[in-house]
């Protein structure tokens, strides 16, 4: 239905009588659906409308347009933009993961509220609540596991919340004369972290502990715990958070922070999104930022079985040894196919510290039994540019702007400047008239309007790299690798980073074995774009089911020498089943105090959320 339309049909039903409220049994039980007769009536849509200032829009599907003409041009424009992150953010109807086989698909909201602040978001909360109506959140619009939609559903819609502040001191409300006031960024609900670097890093010289991925919405991240390249120096995102502005699920607007509603503050750091309230805004500390960050990037294939292992065992002895410190993030992916594909990024090193760092290793290598795909790329950049697209457009053109005869990569090898056939670090949002820098990193366009076939995460913990347990672990990895690609995020754990990133993050709701942990080992397969009912595109459920099982196989390699250490509930198993445990440990009766106490009706649910176990798998139907 068009806008225009919406608002006439709405507005011939004030001769209507108002929307009461259905009470007893059932209105607590369920959640309402358009076809139920407790739905509310159009004239209660309309006072809605007025109440949030005109921003309730009925939310369309672009995707319903493919199953009718999946070969026309229209179509063909639309598969185009499902591999831009800003395209899906800027539909309310759409989210960037599409789906997941036999767990769920994409689908729209009946209703949203694009909120602009506070008041409308309670405005939009009261309501669901006053009408028993199904309540999803949605700002980036990022989640793996389909928890920031649902179909009939009235959507809060944070995008346009994209409001940042900078503080030369900031002391939380209700913390005077007893916190120190620091360096602090407030970041709207909308905002994503692509925009929060532009203003703290590139144009602040400051450093926000945010996420590696640039089209990530802030409070989402934040609210999951929240790695970035460079945990390990500064902490989770969650440990950087000062105060969040939150509508609770009583429709009342309340501040957060170590001072003032100091439980529901520590829920917020790392209990998962859309648990406790709609955050409208975030308040984040800043740290320094260091003069140099870089890249080290480069592909080792060995030439038997016998070799891989051996490399593998290398590696980790050489990751112990020299990189499982603060300095180096990011991550190394062990395949099937006897490679070793080293993607990882440094913090505070020059293009000759880091070199040096990565020389043994490198001479290692070429000692034999092994094939170095190209020249190694390691070099630094200054860390104020990292992010600042007309420095890397000036500087290195062709990360932005690629060769139309294949994508090139400009990096510095050997202190000169050298061509090498690569993808372009940088894709850059096109479309006319959208705002300048909206930029994402091409390694993370497989997300991009993907369809889940399978996903499985564990951290894995320090005490593997010890000498007397890295034989086990280098086996582990190589038969975990004979199943399915399998990558090592060492950013993802915090063990080895700085006392000051431990601390802050032990100050979280995440599971406390992220502390001990070296890496967060991931496993995951999918195809692109895909969706249920479209000809030609549909989900290729058979090979999905297979890849879950080798993906499946991978894991249980790894976590025989592993244990059930926990999972990073942002990058988890859809089925994951032990997920209390495995996303908050010990702190999960702590948030489900907190979360009775919030919200003691649950209007909030998400997909294995604290407290989701009271609830149907959709979210409709108490049990």
Not at 428 to 449: A, I, K, L, Y
Request: glycine residues 10%.
């Amino acid at each position: 239905m068009k806008r225009r339309t919406f608002l006439n049909t709405i507005g011939s039903a004030l001769l209507l009588p108002p929307l009461t409220r259905r009470v007893g049994a059932i209105a607590s039980l369920r959640r309402r659906r358009p076809s139920d007769i407790g739905w509310p009536s159009p004239s209660a849509w309309k006072q809605l409308n007025d109440a949030v200032g005109g921003k309730l829009i009925p939310v369309s599907f672009p995707l319903s347009s493919l199953k009718t003409n999946p070969a026309g041009s229209a179509a063909k424009g639309l598969f185009e933009n499902l591999k831009n992150p800003y395209y899906i953010g800027d539909e309310p109807g759409l989210t960037q993961t599409l789906g997941w086989v036999d767990a769920w698909a994409t689908q729209p909201s009946a209703y949203a509220v694009a909120a602009r602040n506070a008041q409308d978001i309670a405005r939009a909360v009261t309501f669901a609540r006053d009408n028993d109506l199904r309540l999803v959140v949605k700002g980036g619009g990022h989640s793996y596991q389909g928890t920031s939609n649902a179909p009939d559903s009235l959507l809060i819609w944070t995008r346009h919340m994209n409001e940042v502040t900078m503080h030369a001191g900031f002391v939380p409300k209700g913390c005077e004369g007893t916190v120190p006031a620091q360096p602090a960024v407030t970041l709207g609900a909308g905002v994503l972290w692509r925009q929060a670097y532009d203003a703290v890093t590139t144009n602040g010289g400051k450093y926000v502990q945010g996420g590696g991925c640039l089209t990530v919405g802030v409070p989402g991240l934040i609210q999951s715990g929240g790695f970035g390249s460079f945990s390990k120096h500064y902490g989770t995102a969650a440990g950087s958070l000062l105060e969040a502005e939150v509508v609770t699920a009583d429709g009342q607007v309340r501040l957060a922070n170590a001072c003032t509603n100091a439980d529901l503050f520590w829920a917020l750091k790392g209990g998962g999104g859309g648990s406790y309230g709609v955050v409208s805004k975030v308040t984040l500390h800043l740290h320094e930022l260091p003069e140099f960050v870089g890249a080290a990037s480069f592909t080792i294939k060995a030439k038997s079985d016998t070799a891989y292992r051996q490399l593998i065992r290398d590696f980790v002895i050489f990751y112990r040894e020299h990189l499982f410190n603060d300095h180096w993030g990011e991550q190394v992916a062990l395949a099937p196919d006897n490679s070793l594909v080293v993607n990882m990024v440094s913090h505070g090193l020059a293009t000759q510290q880091a070199r040096d760092v990565w020389q043994p290793f490198l001479d290692r290598v070429a000692s034999g039994g092994f094939t170095l795909a190209g020249r190694p790329l390691i070099a630094s950049v200054p860390a104020r540019h990292f992010w600042d697209l007309p420095w890397w457009t000036e500087h290195w053109p062709e990360l932005v702007f690629p060769n139309p005869n294949g994508s090139w990569l400009i990096g510095l090898v050997d202190g000169a400047l050298r061509r090498a056939r690569r993808q372009p670090v940088f894709e850059v949002d096109r479309r006319p008239g959208v705002e300048p820098n909206r930029t994402w990193f091409s390694g993370d366009g497989g997300q991009v309007g993907w369809f889940i076939w399978g996903f499985d995460s564990a951290w894995l913990p320090a005490s593997l790299l010890e000498s007397d347990a890295r034989q086990r672990l280098a086996d582990a990895l190589f038969e975990s690798s004979r199943h399915s690609r399998l990558e090592l995020h060492f950013n993802k754990g915090l063990a080895g980073g700085t006392p000051d990133a431990l601390a802050r993050t032990r100050d979280t709701a995440m599971n406390p074995a992220v502390l001990n942990a070296f890496a967060l080992a991931i496993a995951a397969a999918s195809e692109q774009p895909a969706y249920p009912g479209i000809p030609g595109h549909e989900p290729s459920v058979d090979a999905g089911r297979t890849a879950a099982q080798r993906i499946g196989r991978c894991m249980q390699e790894l976590r025989a020498v592993a244990g059930l250490t926990g999972a990073y509930v942002s990058e988890s198993n859809y089925f994951e089943p032990r997920w209390q445990q495995a996303y908050w440990g010990s702190n999960y009766a702590r948030l489900s105090d907190i979360k009775r106490k919030y919200d003691p009706d649950g209007l909030f649910v998400v997909h294995n959320g604290v407290g989701s176990e009271q609830w149907s798998a959709d979210g409709f139907t108490k049990l």
